[in-house]
């Protein structure tokens, strides 16, 4: 397996990827390709990763800058975070978080947010942290890992594309 930057010629793969990869999550509400359109197309990736085996992209992630408590800094948010369905259990999504927030460091980040599962970003430092929310989701699946400084606290705004119905 090679985890490698995006190109544009995987963008194609890229999606598919992702909407295999949810079209059964019962969490989903089917706007994954949509939020990675929208950030592609907004310029608002600033780590775009595949996963690639045997000249096949397999998986895919994304961070990409937040705000959290109304300040736009340089913290990052995760997702989405694509594994091909057939792929996953094989530690894939574990070499793209991995590779991701070790850019994510390399670039400066102070840290990074998403919005998941514990059991799989606890492995990574993710966890839930006092104070750190976003809008309608339990404050147990919101978390947050430093990079080199304090988490923040405040309500975190990921992109606009986000959004996406």
Partial sequence: ?????????????????????FKSMPYSRQTEVAIYDGLRTAGAMTVALVAEEEGAVVG??????????????????????????????????????????????????????LVGDPAFYGRFGFAARAGLVHEGVPDQFVMGVSLGAPVPEGRIRFHPAFDAE
């Fill in 1 to 21: 397996m090679i985890i490698r930057d995006e190109i544009p010629g995987d963008v194609p793969a890229i999606r598919e990827v992702i909407a295999e990869a």
């Fill in 60 to 113: 895919h992630i994304v961070l990409s800058p937040v705000t959290i408590g109304g300040t736009f800094g340089d913290w990052l948010g995760a997702g989405p975070l694509a594994v091909r369905p057939d792929r996953q259990g094989r530690g894939i999504g574990c070499a793209l978080v991995a590779t991701a927030l070790e850019r994510a460091r390399r670039f400066g980040a102070p840290g990074c947010v």
